[in-house]
């Protein structure tokens, strides 16, 4: 298995702009957590799906920010519009109930800088 | 607020001795986990231990768990350059939330 699969590596963009990030879990898992790492605030959890359906999103900064899975192998966040403190790294991590107390496995991220 | 809070921040040391990282959390719990994280890459799951287990082993590596401190602890035997990375804790919600919440981590660099 390939792991959980996270696009585009690296993102930089201006202010203003829409970022869409992607990401496809582990064929057979289905739970998505979609995550926000900085310095100063570490890893923090935006939002997390259970088949497809949003179980908590108090994570998610602001109306800026969704979440959506079209599939239950594919999710996409979107900031729309960006701004400079979105910078940051994107992780999502996939996990199955069958995965030891929930153990999940996490993408390579995203590291997306707003200018 | 966080969860789990690892001490210390930042751990230096040579090759061949051991690291001890420690983290602290606030709310029961149904397990504890640890995750490693290299630079530039995504968390690795290292080892879970449930909260009825006191220790637990798995090849250098040692977990802890106290939780009438609720406290935890990760050994890392005989260290080596490679294991140079952040550390971090992970708990689990209670009644079996898939939720977990991490701390801020210990980085750990093991010199040659």
């Known amino acids: 298995d390939a792991g959980v699969i996270q696009s585009p590596r690296h993102e930089v963009t201006e202010m203003g702009q829409e970022v869409t990030l992607r990401c496809k879990l582990i064929?057979?898992?289905?739970?998505l957590f979609w995550y926000r790492q900085t310095m100063m605030r570490g890893l923090e959890l935006l939002i997390y799906f259970n088949n497809n359906v949003p179980i908590d999103d108090s994570g998610m900064p602001e109306d800026r920010f969704s979440a959506k899975m079209p599939n239950a192998s594919f999710s996409t966040l979107k900031i729309q519009p960006s701004e400079p403190r979105d910078s940051a790294v994107y992780f999502c991590?996939?996990?199955?109930?069958?995965?030891?107390?929930?153990?999940?496995?996490f993408g390579p991220g995203t590291r997306l800088t707003v200018l | 607020s966080q969860q789990g809070e690892e001490d210390p921040q930042a751990l230096s040391i040579q090759e061949g001795e051991n690291a001890t990282m420690n983290c602290s959390y606030k709310t029961s719990i149904n397990n504890l986990q640890w995750y490693r994280q290299n630079s530039g890459r995504g968390l690795v799951h290292l080892i879970l231990?449930?909260?009825?287990?006191r220790e637990k082993h798995s090849g250098r590596l040692r977990v802890t768990l106290d939780t009438s401190k609720k406290s935890s602890s990760l050994l890392i035997t005989a260290s080596r350059a490679a294991d140079t990375a952040s550390y971090f804790c992970?708990?689990?919600?209670?009644?079996?939330?898939?939720?977990?919440?991490f701390g801020k981590g210990t980085k750990l660099t093991v010199n040659p």
């Open positions: 231990i449930r909260s009825n287990e």
């Open positions: 992970a708990t689990d919600g209670e009644g079996g939330s898939e939720k977990l919440v």
């Open positions: 064929s057979g898992h289905n739970s």
């Open positions: 991590a996939s996990s199955t109930r069958q995965s030891r107390g929930n153990e999940q496995f």
